[in-house]
């Protein structure tokens, strides 16, 4: 191997003998090109960089890459210099046969490097050139994307004498440079010193800078001092911004953040200039306001900007950053009144502080940065404004209902289970300093440091605490040594004090013992003395006989407040659950049960029932309760009342019977992610219908039936979270309350568990759920799809594989399964069945389905049209056509028969597409009372005569091959509402024979023109079609 000293003296040997050196061209050669072999290989290129693969994209990255690529050869050889330029501006053809024996083991040599280093077409020009080609190929590739064309130097003026330089002046400049530059080598022409410098003062965006160099034009003549001038200024606020200042005359720097559509504001001790806490407390601020278009406004300071810009470079989402002009403080006037309000609130903390602490406040200390932040906290969450809301309320459509203490008390929180034994303190002692932005944590400060814990169960409030005066004089998570201010640290530190190690080992989890509602053992619950019953959510409820010398317990109030799932959710105010004594197992209706008294009448007609029947049904409702493991015990959990709901259900052995369902009623007070469950949609339970019908290459479409299998008292198979306590029945002892071990109708998690336990279920079995969509789920080996919607299951296959589907819900679920629908020859047992009050039926040609005829009699009884002469079309725009009073409004009464209507027409369009148009006019009337008015009752009669003249509308699955695609309809009609003048949405998708799903809504905005109507139409009918087509492949159904 040559060494590096060895090539450099060759390079520099070649390069001397080959300076000043000219090809010889022979042009009169005859005979083909024929590629010499190369006569001296390449010098040693290991130790220089490869140039990047050009693929033709743009000109100008085609200008970067030949700049990096003449580099790169006239590294290994100096005499490509001369040769690339000769090629590049030859206007003839740069054939090997024209050159010298030593030129042309070069143009080989370049042909080589050129294959391996182009792509696309660069490529194809080299290889249409010639084989060993190479200067004739670098030559057509530089004149394709480097054309000699006059408006191509116009257009690099222009652009020359439009150039900006922004924040990076360093940058810019070296840019306009090379720019400069390369016109002068492209047009021959230079650029007077004068012309720079005029665009260099006229394009600078920093106002200061251009006074700057305007009013020292006497010492700044020429081009090359304004740019040394620049670089100067530009790399000395670079390092000055980048260095953290020492604290002058006592003074902290605080930042303030203001959200101006909301209001919220963010506040903080930094140290002046870019620093990561800084740029993280401005992150955290645009994170929390959920901004993903931002414009950044700030001063002209250099430590702000450089911070903003900081700021604007780490966030994900689109920032625009602007300056305030100097001297105006109008221009950011929403952070000059967020400063006024922060200062306020500060002063405030800090007075309420000394008076609590009988100290005075330092701002060194380790208490104020905390002061600051918990100050621009409370602002956003409880500071009213002029519209009468918080900017929390502004930001987040309702009121904030965390736990809040006072800044700096005292308080107790929950030391970490892993890190203590079971015979541990579980708590201790710790300073409040505020709350977390992204979540609903607590900081606290202890001797060994800062953090955060979800919880903080109590307080010591008393002033003459010890440990409080102790901890504010010694202690906390900031410090200043040398005048420079310590931010906070951003992860959480441990708040045990002492050892972390437990001194007594937690028992393993396979020894743990049972909950104290499975141990089966006797016990007893002392009462709790409880004030006088209010309207607060946060007081007690009184339960029973009352203790006086018993001791209130305090719990804090947490309305509305999210927690952790695996985090007990506590109420305030909770009551002991029930007096001392034993439970009493539930088998029957108690003797002491007050139906007699209260009565009991149907849920849905108000007719009274039977009080015997009442009874026995009750009893039956209790005994499933126990036979499910529901009961009480004592604990701290949430509260809720519960009902009995009561009606006509026929039994077996009894057609009159009667149902009572035990039913919870806790209330949707806030929304909580922890408890939403989906539903599949209506279309999935058709796609099985559809599925049955389509025979899958190499079998038969006739074998298939549909299963269908409803679940006894459901809810009660699926486990509770254990955060519920219900207060029995009014009919009941109400002194003694049930601890759900089990789901219960009326809590708001029941549809989640309930939807977790079939999905346990069905996985274990073997069967896969469609991603998307919910209880929906698929048996590769079975070849069994079943759709579940709350207790009704749905599924079809062959007569063996639902067998084994029959054999899994007996032994998961208390099911009853249903007669099949098919043909009877492969297990058919019957040839129509009902499905979620839809009728289903099978003949030769296949199934149907078609909605439940009662509720188009019903609507055609409820308006009177029973007698009237039915309409071809469920809409006209001729109704109501010469009446005065369309516009007229209902009575109270008319209206509220309206809506009833209107939404039944509505829960029967989902089945009746060609009522859906209609639908969509009649429904704009049930918004409010107000604009219900004669025109929309009209419309409503018209659908009735409709409904008369065609009470049914059948949905036909015929037996077909699979089909290889499935088929979205969409179109629109523009302008359809002559009000509004909003367009209309429609689709129809069909799979095959088979329509699955079709749909008519109004479009959310108005069209301006019918391609755009036609064009949200046909997003929305894609939408649709993409969720069809996955549910499709996933069942196998679709190639």
């Known amino acids: 191997l040559v060494t590096q000293e060895a090539q450099l003296l060759q390079l520099q040997a070649s390069g001397l003998g080959a300076r000043g050196r000219q090809s010889t061209f022979d042009t009169d050669m005859p005979g083909p090109s024929q590629p010499p072999a190369p006569r001296a290989g390449l010098v040693d290129t290991r130790q220089l960089g490869k140039p990047e693969v050009f693929k033709g994209s743009t000109e100008e990255s085609f200008s970067d890459w030949s700049f990096i690529f003449e580099s790169y050869l006239s590294c290994i050889d100096s005499r490509y210099i001369d040769l690339l330029e000769q ?3 030859s206007k003839k053809s740069f054939p090997n046969r024209a050159l010298s024996d030593v030129d042309r083991d070069l143009s080989c ?69 090379k720019s400069v530059r390369r016109y002068e080598q492209e047009s021959g022409k230079t650029l007077d010193e004068e012309m720079l410098l005029g665009i260099v003062v006229n394009g600078l965006k920093d106002s200061s800078l251009q006074s700057h160099i305007i009013r020292n034009s006497s010492r700044l003549k020429s081009f090359t001092d304004v740019k040394a001038e620049l670089l100067e200024i530009s790399r000395t606020n670079r390092v000055l911004q980048s260095r953290t200042f020492a604290l002058v005359d006592g003074l902290l720097p605080i930042l303030v953040i203001v959200d101006e559509k909301s209001g919220c504001v963010f506040s903080g001790v930094v140290a002046k200039g870019v620093n990561p806490y800084a740029t993280g407390l401005v992150t955290e601020a645009l994170k929390f306001c959920g901004r993903q278009k931002v414009i950044m406004m700030s001063d002209a300071e250099h430590s702000i900007r450089a911070l903003a810009e900081s700021a604007a470079k780490s966030w994900t989402g689109s920032v625009q950053h602007q300056t305030a002009p100097k001297g105006s403080h109008a221009s950011n006037g929403a952070a000059e009144r967020a400063i006024l309000e922060l200062a306020r609130q500060v002063r405030t903390l800090a007075s309420a502080l ?28 409880f500071l009213v404004k002029q519209d009468g809301r918080t900017p929390y309320e502004r930001l987040r459509g309702r009121d904030f209902r965390g736990e809040v203490a006072e800044c700096c008390e005292v308080v107790h929180y929950k030391l970490d289970k892993e890190k203590t034994g079971k015979l541990d303190k579980q708590t201790s002692v710790g300073v409040w300093l505020g709350k977390s932005l992204a979540s609903d944590e607590h900081f606290l400060g202890t001797p060994q440091g800062h953090g955060k814990t979800p919880g903080c169960p109590g307080c010591e409030c008393d002033d003459d605490n010890p440990k409080r005066n102790a901890w504010y004089t010694s202690a906390g998570p900031m410090e200043t040594e040398g005048g420079q201010a310590e931010m906070p640290q951003g992860t959480g530190q441990d708040l045990e004090s002492g050892s972390t190690e437990p001194s007594q080992p937690s028992r393993p989890r396979a020894m743990e013992g049972t909950s104290e509602a499975k141990s089966g053992q006797k016990r007893e619950v002392e009462d709790a003395g409880v004030p006088a019953p209010s309207s607060d959510s946060g007081q007690r409820r009184v339960t029973g006989k009352s203790s006086q010398g018993a001791k209130k317990q305090k719990t804090p109030e947490a309305r509305g407040e999210k927690r952790p799932l695996e985090d007990q959710e ?79 259900k026929p039994l077996p052995n009894d057609p009159n019977g009667v149902r009572s369902r035990c039913v919870a009623q806790e209330i949707n007070d806030h929304e909580r992610d922890d408890v939403f469950s989906g539903t599949p949609p209506l279309r999935t339970h058709r796609m099985v219908l559809s599925a049955a019908a389509t025979a899958k290459p190499g079998r038969t479409n006739r074998r298939k039936r549909i299963s269908r299998y409803d679940v006894s008292v459901a809810f009660f198979h699926a486990v509770a979270t254990g955060k519920i306590a219900v207060v029995p029945p009014k009919d009941l002892d109400q002194s003694k309350l049930w601890y759900l071990l089990k789901a219960m109708n009326g809590t708001r998690e029941v549809s989640r568990q309930w939807s977790k336990r079939v999905c346990e279920v069905m996985t274990e079995a073997g069967f896969w759920e469609v991603p998307g969509i919910p209880d929906l789920f698929y048996h590769d080996e079975w070849c069994v799809t079943l759709s579940c919607h709350g207790d009704d299951f749905i599924a079809e296959g062959e ?21 099949r629908i098919g043909p009877e020859e492969f297990g058919g047992q019957t040839t129509h069945g009902d499905h979620l009050h839809r009728i289903i039926r099978w003949s030769e040609r296949g199934f149907t389905w078609e909605a439940d005829p009662k509720y188009s009699r019903q609507i055609v009884e409820d308006l009177g049209l029973a007698d009237a002469k039915g309409a071809d079309a469920p809409c006209s725009t001729e109704c109501g056509k010469g009446r005065r009073d369309l516009e007229d409004p209902l009575d109270t009464e008319a209206a509220a028969k309206f809506r009833r209507l209107a939404g039944t027409a509505l829960y029967l369009s989902q089945d009746r597409p060609t009522i859906q148009y209609a639908l969509s006019e009649i429904t704009s009337g049930m918004a409010k009372p107000t ?12 659908l009735g005569r409709y409904l008369l003249k065609y009470p049914k509308e059948v949905w036909h699955y015929e037996y077909q091959e699979q089909p290889e695609e499935a088929v979205v309809l969409a179109d629109s009609d523009w302008g359809a509402c002559k009000r509004t003048r909003k367009s209309m949405s429609s689709y129809a998708e069909r799979f095959g024979k088979h329509l699955i799903d079709a749909s008519c809504a109004k479009q959310s905005v108005i069209a301006l023109s019918s391609g755009e109507a036609e064009f949200y139409a046909l997003v929305r009918g894609a939408a649709a079609g993409l969720l069809t087509a996955q549910i499709w492949e996933r069942i196998g159904s679709l190639p």
């Open 570 to 648: 506590l109420m305030g105010g909770l009551p002991t659950l029930h007096e001392k004594g034993e439970w009493e197992p539930l088998f029957a209706y108690p003797l002491d049960g007050r139906v007699e008294e209260l009565g009991a009448y149907d849920e849905r007609t108000g007719q009274p029932l039977p009080v015997d029947k009442v009874k026995t049904a009750r009893g039956r409702e209790l005994d499933k309760m126990e036979e499910h493991s529901e009961e009480a015990r004592r604990q701290g959990l949430k509260i809720v009342r519960s009902r009995w709901v009561d009606g006509w």
């Open 931 to 942: 604009v219900t008015t004669v025109e929309h009752e009209l419309k409503l009669k018209h």
């Open 109 to 177: 040599q370049l042909y080589y490097i050129l294959v391996m280093l182009l792509r696309g077409r660069p490529l194809d020009i080299t290889y249409n050139t010639g084989l060993g080609e190479g200067l004739e190929s670098y030559r057509r590739i530089f004149e394709e994307f480097h054309p000699r064309v006059a408006s191509r130097y116009v257009g690099t003026l222009t652009t020359l004498l439009s150039s900006k330089f922004g924040d990076d002046v360093e940058g810019d400049l070296a840019a306009f440079e």
């Open 354 to 381: 000394e008076e609590r602490y009988k100290k005075p406040l330092e701002t060194e200390g380790v208490v104020f940065p905390w002061l600051v932040r918990h100050a621009g906290w409370l602002i956003s969450r």
């Open 87 to 89: 090629a590049k501006f």
């Open 799 to 819: 007569s063996d594989d639902l067998d084994r589907l029959d054999a899994l819900m007996m032994q998961s679920f208390e099911s009853k399964i249903l007669p």
